[in-house]
């Protein structure tokens, strides 16, 4: 595994090894030894699957307490993943990241907790599925707006991109609930 520092301190886009033959491939999607090693120190409690069709766009999301580690991968399609740092103690506090996961380049994003997550679907279908490092919990999340021009994501979209109501209500960067 090669773990490829972003703008966000603790966030790593990771490529795997892939042993490809003529029966398929094989990778190691976690491997604790390495990324300790890569100074990921995560233990995760809750693995998730999302299916989204193309377009939609969800996120930013993100747990005020109980703040969630993850560590998105897709096994079907494309998306454009971002994680925004909410840390106020960061030296990149209020910037993005973005990478494109797919299933053809197999590779991975770590998000630290104290960053806000969420992804676009480019390809028809899209089926992700993320490690956390903390579990879910309804009463802390927050909603980032994904849009918020002082963040300035820069996402792909084609067209408008399909969103749930609740993140059509995520706040402006100005007013979100951070970390310390």
Known sequence: MEFLPTSIPGAFVIEPRVFDDDRGFFLETY?????????VDAAFVQDNHSHSRKGVLRGLHYQIEQPQGKLIRVVAGEIYDVAVDLRRSSD?????????????????LYVPPGCAHGFYVTSDRADVNYKCT??????????????DPDIGIEWPLDGEPVLSQNDREGVPFADAERYP
Not at 92 to 108: D, H, P, Q
Not at 134 to 147: F, S
């Open 31 to 39: 491997h604790a030894g390495k990324f300790a090693q890569a100074g």
């Open 134 to 147: 903390d579990l879910y919990a309804p009463q802390h999340e927050r909603t980032l707006r994904w849009n």
């Open 92 to 108: 990149a506090f209020g910037r993005w990241t973005g990478v494109v996961l797919s299933a053809e380049n197999r590779r991975m």
